[in-house]
């Protein structure tokens, strides 16, 4: 006879052994059904377990339940660790498109040299991106202050003044900066973006600065062009967060 849907599964699992004890006998699955319920039932009230065996019979529908929940448990925990995909040339893709003053190989070589960068969204990649450029505008006023100390040289008094005000440009743009990180954490884009801004400017002006009279040594180009392309950087973004 073909056995119908079973309504009740116990599947014995075998208990530990030892080296110098039997193997235990094959997992076995005994289905009831409907059919041999009523024969059971017809041949006598069924034999009455040892207490042992009771136990071990309540046992079973608990074991497997702590057997689901911790696998439920260790596939929720492995999903909500999976990576976020990396936006950061996608982001830097856009900001070159959206924006001419944004060098893509640049952008993308500044952020993923920060940490963090793989795994931030775009909001993650404005902090990062703000917190870049003022780090440059904080070693580049440091950087000022010790080539004043240890005097302009050849360069005159002309040299000396260019300096004198980049540090100051460099000065404010560390402090707008910090406002800008601020801003950014609280979603407040547009005034983000006036202190990115900002920070542009105060390179292209200090570097303007030493343009005005040819022949000036400018021991500042390079940091100035670096300020500008992580200042423009971090204002697409915020711009793009803002739209």
Request: charged share 20%; net charge positive; proline share 7%.
């Amino acid at each position: 006879n073909t056995l119908k849907s079973p309504y009740l599964i116990v599947v014995d699992i075998p208990h530990p052994f030892t080296p110098n004890s039997p193997l235990p006998s094959p997992t076995r699955s005994i289905f009831l059904t409907k059919a041999t319920s009523k024969a059971a039932s017809s041949t006598g009230p069924s034999p009455k377990l040892s207490k042992k065996s009771e136990s071990a019979e309540k046992m079973r529908p608990a074991s497997t339940l702590v057997l689901f929940f911790l696998s439920f448990s260790l596939g929720h925990v492995g999903a909500s660790h999976a990576k976020r995909p990396d936006l950061v040339p996608r982001v830097c893709n856009s900001s070159a498109a959206t924006d001419p003053n944004v060098d893509y190989d640049f952008c993308v070589r500044a952020l993923l040299a920060s940490p963090g960068s793989h795994t931030a969204d775009a909001k993650g990649l404005a902090l990062i991106a703000v917190k870049l450029t003022r780090a440059n505008a904080t070693g580049t006023r440091h950087y000022v202050k010790r080539l004043l100390r240890k005097g302009t040289g050849d360069g005159g008094a002309y040299l000396r003044t260019c300096l004198e005000d980049c540090k100051e440009l460099y000065s404010d743009a560390a402090s707008r900066l910090k406002d800008a990180r601020r801003a950014v954490k609280r979603g407040r884009y547009d005034d983000a973006n006036i202190w990115l801004s900002s920070a542009a400017d105060a390179a292209t002006t200090c570097e303007q600065g030493f343009e005005d009279q040819p022949g000036t040594a400018n021991p500042l180009r390079k940091r100035n062009a670096d300020m500008f392309q992580l200042a423009v950087i971090a204002l697409s973004i915020t711009n793009s967060l803002a739209s």
